[in-house]
C-alpha cells in the first residue's frame, strides 16, 4: 500500500506547467531543461589504480525521468545535451524505494548496458513537488576494470 502511494505521490510530483509530461503506452516521461554540476563525471581505470586521477567530467543540459512501468515503481533518468551532435547520454534504471530514492540495477553508459555493484539515485522537489534535479551515481567492476558514472542535475531556480 505504501509503495502504491508513493508511485502515486511521485507521479503527480511530475506534473508541471513549466516542465512537459506525458503518458505513453509502457508509463510516463517528463523532460527537464537544466545543467549537470561540475562534479558530473565518468571514472574509469583498473581496479587497484586511483580513479579521482582517472575522470572524465560529463555534460549535459537536458534530463529525461522515465517510469518505465509505472505500477511496479520502475525508473529510467537519461542525461544528455540537447544541441550535442554526439550521442554522450548517460542514463540509470532502477526500482523506486521510499519517497524520493532510485535503487540502481542498470547504467546505461553511451550503448552499453552495465549492471553496477551498487548504485542510487535522488530526486530534488521544490514546495511545490515538481522535480528540481536530480542526482545518481553507481560503481561498476568487471574484468579488472572499474567505472565510477556520478551526475548531479538542477533545472534552473523559478522566481518566487
Partial sequence: MAAAFYILAL???LFGQDQ???ATP???VQTLSGACGPDSRVAEGSADSDLSTRRSRFFCNSAVISFTRITDG???IQFSERERQSTS???FAGQAIGGDLIQVDAVYLGAEVLVPQEGMCKL???DSFQVTGASCGARIEGGGRVTVPIVSFE????PT
Fill in 155 to 158: 533545472t534552473p531556480k523559478r
Fill in 20 to 22: 512537459p509530461f506525458a
Fill in 89 to 91: 547520454i548517460l542514463g
Fill in 26 to 28: 509502457m508509463g510516463y
Fill in 74 to 76: 520502475r525508473v529510467m
Fill in 11 to 13: 507521479s503527480a510530483a
Fill in 124 to 126: 530534488f522537489y521544490d
